[in-house]
């Protein structure tokens, strides 16, 4: 009993009771609300989780291409190299006659270490721009995610809008906007 001779039950023992006779009491607006937020609120932390993920691996990719590209940019440059001792061992054999036998053994010697060099910086260059494949194959489902998001925090926002003014056609909104975060998750999902 209260202070004014009324019995009042806490929350708890009105549980119980519920629990014991086996009816239900309607479960108000607030209530669904709360429930509703908790879930959108467990499934924005999952997608919040996998995006976090997904742009490690982006910038991981990313990263990957700008250092093969660097050293695709190296080996050029030391075929260039290459290529200027190839171009003066032949200036040479025109300049210095009698000495032709040694320049054209470096000559060939630089014709195939241009050769190896070409091939390596080829190889630096596709790996670069497999890298870079990958982080905008990986960046497209992450921006989903990011949107995903969004509409989920939305979702919760008008919520806590619904539960203050207990409007329940605000609750019909949050529910569209939830929809569509879940459904854009999905998509980016399908998309990874």
């Known amino acids: 009993m209260n202070e004014h001779g009324l019995h009042t039950h806490a929350p708890h023992e009105e549980a119980l009771q519920e629990l014991a006779t086996g009816h239900r009491k309607h479960h108000s607006l607030s209530q669904w609300v709360a429930i509703f937020t908790a879930i959108l609120a467990t499934i924005g932390a999952v997608v919040g989780y996998q995006g976090t993920r ?3 691996a982006v910038l991981l990719h990313k990263n990957e291409a700008v250092l093969k590209k660097t050293e695709a940019t190296d080996q050029w440059n030391y ?3 290459v290529s200027t001792k190839a171009h003066l061992m032949e200036l040479a054999t025109d300049l210095v006659p009698g000495k032709t036998i040694l320049f054209r053994k470096k000559i060939a010697k630089y014709q195939a ?8 910086a080829e190889t630096l260059e596709m790996l670069s721009a497999k890298a870079n494949a990958e982080s905008a194959r990986l960046d497209r489902p992450y921006n989903s995610m990011a949107m995903s998001l969004i509409f989920l925090q939305m979702a919760i926002s ?23 975060g879940v ?10």
């Open 158 to 180: 008008v919520a806590s809008i619904t539960a203050l003014t207990g409007r329940k056609w605000l609750f019909a909104v949050a529910g569209l906007a939830a929809v569509l």
């Open 183 to 192: 459904g854009i998750w999905g998509y980016a999902l399908w998309l990874a």
């Open 79 to 81: 075929y260039q190299a």
């Open 54 to 56: 997904l742009m490690h």
């Open 113 to 120: 270490q241009k050769k190896a060099i070409r091939t390596r």
